[in-house]
């Protein structure tokens, strides 16, 4: 069973950069056809995909925080890791970490039980 | 981006009843439709994929229907443990994209 746990701090200030860690056990970031992604959830809001880091090495991010994001692997210590740069009031979400699978059609099978990260000052 | 749209986005039901939820896209993603429940506090759970393929471990009286821009989940009898809040997610192309949630409550 995959299991995934995001790690970083709870609370951010503005203008600085978020940097967030998923921590992957039963199973591999370097191998097989998986898209390990982040998501975001603003409080008592919808679901929000920032992008994902390939097990193949490629990147795919969304277009409204591209200019913001940075997604890597960490292979030795089997963990993916999220930054995002210029914070603001509005980043504000619990962030989870999910892998992607492609089997049949492209889901998010497995999922982090997420991070609530605030920016104040 | 694809807009991913549900209907009702809140409903109220009882234990034994026979639930449909209703996911838009506006544009066509063939059956690239996934659904999933979440709890307070909770993640999300991933319940249904490719528009009607039920995930390893799902009750069976969770079912997904639909192609093109227009789909259904259905839970075909409440049990207490399934009030809860459900999206849709499109797999279509990326960015991927969330519906609103539908937030089923107890009656």
């Known amino acids: 069973q995959v299991q995934l746990q995001e790690s970083g701090p709870g609370l951010v200030k503005p203008s600085e950069t978020l940097s967030l860690t998923c921590n992957v056990s039963?199973?591999?970031?370097?191998?097989?056809?998986?898209?390990w992604s982040w998501i975001r959830q603003p409080p008592g809001k919808g679901l929000e995909w920032i992008g994902y880091?390939?097990?193949?090495?490629?990147?795919s991010y969304n277009p409204s925080l591209m200019s913001r994001v940075t997604m890597s692997a960490d292979t030795s210590k089997n963990q993916f890791s999220l930054k995002l740069t210029s914070m603001s009031a509005a980043d504000t979400a619990v962030f989870y970490c999910?892998?992607?699978?492609?089997?049949?059609?492209?889901?998010?099978?497995?999922w982090g039980q997420g991070i609530l990260v605030t920016v104040s000052p | 981006d694809i807009q991913m749209t549900q209907s009702p986005s809140s409903l109220s039901a009882s234990v034994g009843d026979r639930v449909t939820i209703t996911c838009r896209a506006s544009?066509?993603?063939?059956?690239?439709l996934n659904w999933y429940q979440q709890k307070p506090g909770k993640s999300p759970r991933l319940l249904i994929y490719?528009?009607?393929f039920l995930q390893s471990g799902v009750p069976l009286r969770f079912s997904g229907s639909g192609s093109g821009t227009a789909f259904t989940l259905t839970i075909s009898s409440l049990q207490p443990e399934d009030f809860a809040t459900y999206f849709c997610?499109?797999?279509?192309?990326?960015?991927?994209?969330f519906g609103p949630g539908t937030n089923l409550e107890i009656k």
């Open positions: 880091f390939s097990s193949r090495g490629s990147t």
């Open positions: 039963g199973g591999s970031v370097s191998s097989g056809d998986y898209y």
């Open positions: 997610q499109q797999s279509f192309i990326t960015p991927y994209t």
């Open positions: 999910a892998r992607g699978s492609v089997e049949r059609k492209f889901h998010f099978d497995f």
């Open positions: 544009q066509s993603i063939t059956t690239y």
């Open positions: 490719g528009a009607s």
